[in-house]
């Protein structure tokens, strides 16, 4: 496969393709909803790119196949690794360590050995398909070591890497028994990107603590020379095609349709959230629930509309959050509801983007209200969608968006009662003041799309 050597790669857990089973038997393959694929389409077209990552099956192995002009290179994992690489040490390990240990991370030495061989897998995979001088960029959390395992296989790349997620205080990251060798395998890179420039100070505090190499500022400087940069690059999202999306004609009608069929009240308040421990669902609902039983808001002019997606419902937590939420709508409903009107509309399922652009056009308040949350994308859809400045956005101070979207309705989303007159207020806002805090976040939205983000890494990364 010589001639098809790349000289961009990307890896990440997953391929940016979901499969299509077709009536006639036959399967087929569509671009994934993220932005993270678009914004890198025409960097991947132009340097001849190739996409390395799992395409969701257990125990299945596929050849490289292309499919919308770019490379696609399967991984294989059997079925105990996605129960001790994926479900295991990436989402019951590092997932809830570095989203504040909102639920308890589990160590077990056994995922710890499946890590390090998938990791060690990609890395192989990656020193097959790039060029001499490729570079290679490296996604999120799942794929910590391959930095370092790819340097030892192939010194001549340049290696990017970008965490989506938070990278938690230093107090918490050392509770993690591999603490040391994640800090190598990230170093392995030549740029390390976070959402937040706290991430990146944690992460070079941790370097020099814990590795002992000498850092000032963002660099690490390696006792061979080398120099690793540690900066925060906050992702974002393709902001015009949401807007474009949201002006159509379909979205328009079916965001009325959507009004209407709520029983055209008052007030539409929405979630879209996969379903996580560290969205802040439970206590949203909470909030809005006591705001209905204490009369704030009336069964009868507003509704909350919650779409849960379903995600990782093999690991735990996530099985006990789905039974608990579905425990609290049901009582919600059953306590406050009228015949012909339910206070929560509770959704357990996955949209395409244009049912979502339609859900955004049909809400006057979005509730964003995760414990912690790398940057959260839903928010800045939201500000995408609203071209006609109205609309509120009530925001968790602890998500990565809130550096950016300062003139949201910033909550703390364990103070239920902050939160609840932070509803209240966002639900009565005069329209003037609401467009004025939209207009400021659009601009933001607009200005910093994920093209600009995507550029600006590769930048960063093709200066060093
Ligand atoms: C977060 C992570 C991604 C992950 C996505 C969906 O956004 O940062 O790396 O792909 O969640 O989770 P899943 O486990 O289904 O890939």
Not at 107 to 123: I, L
Not at 322 to 350: C, F, K, M, W
Not at 409 to 418: A, R
Request: glycine share 6%.
């Amino acid at each position: 496969m010589a001639a098809g050597l790349a000289s961009f790669v990307v890896i990440a857990n997953r391929l940016p393709v979901d499969r299509v089973f077709n009536p006639d038997g036959s399967t087929t393959w569509r671009t994934s909803p993220g932005g993270l694929v678009s914004a890198l389409e025409p960097v991947m077209r132009r340097k001849g790119g190739a996409w390395i990552g799992w395409h969701g099956a257990p125990d299945e192995r596929l050849r490289p196949f292309e499919h919308d002009g770019i490379r696609l290179v399967p991984v294989r994992l059997s079925t105990q690794d996605v129960i001790d690489y994926y479900e295991g040490f990436s989402n019951a390990t590092l997932w809830p360590l570095y989203h504040d240990v909102v639920a308890p991370p589990q160590f077990h030495r056994e995922w710890w050995d499946a890590y390090v061989s998938v990791n060690q897998r990609f890395a192989k995979a990656a020193a097959r398909v790039a060029k001499r001088g490729a570079t290679v960029w490296v996604q999120d959390y799942q794929l910590q070591l391959v930095p370092a395992m790819l340097r030892e296989l192939r010194p001549d790349l340049q290696i990017g890497f970008f965490l989506h997620i938070p990278f938690p205080p230093t107090e918490l990251f050392q509770q993690l028994p591999w603490r040391r060798q994640i800090l190598e395998g990230l170093i392995g890179a030549d740029l390390v990107g976070f959402q937040l420039p706290g991430a990146a100070q944690n992460f070079t505090r941790l370097v020099r603590d814990r590795v002992g190499h000498k850092t000032q500022r963002g660099t690490v400087s390696l006792p061979d020379g080398r120099t690793v940069v540690a900066r925060a690059f906050p992702i974002s999202i393709d902001a015009k095609s949401f807007e474009e999306l949201a002006r159509s004609t379909e979205v328009e009608t079916r965001a009325a349709e959507i009004r209407s069929s709520l029983g055209s009240p008052k007030t539409v308040l929405l979630g879209i959230d996969r379903l996580d421990y560290t969205k802040g669902l439970y206590r949203r609902l909470r909030a809005f629930g006591e705001l209905i039983r204490e009369g704030s808001l009336s069964v009868e002019d507003a509704v909350f509309v919650q779409v849960a997606t379903p995600s990782r419902e093999r690991v735990d937590q996530y099985r006990l959050l789905r039974e608990d939420v579905d425990r609290l709508v049901g009582g919600i409903n059953a306590d406050v509801g009228r015949i012909g009107s339910q206070p929560i509309t509770y959704l357990h399922a996955s949209y395409p983007r244009e049912e979502m652009a339609a859900l955004y056009r049909a809400a006057d308040v979005m509730v964003v209200t995760p414990l912690r949350d790398g940057m959260n994308l839903v928010a800045k859809e939201y500000v995408a969608c609203r071209y006609d400045d109205r609309g509120a956005l009530v925001l968790s101070e602890f998500a990565g968006a809130a550096a950016e979207l300062k003139q949201a309705y910033q909550v703390n989303p364990y103070d239920i009662n902050g939160m609840k007159a932070t509803i209240l207020e966002a639900v009565r806002a005069p329209e003037r003041e609401s467009s004025r805090r939209m207009r400021s976040m659009r601009r933001t939205v607009l200005d910093h799309d994920i093209d600009a983000w995507a550029q600006s890494f590769i930048s960063a990364l093709s200066q060093r």
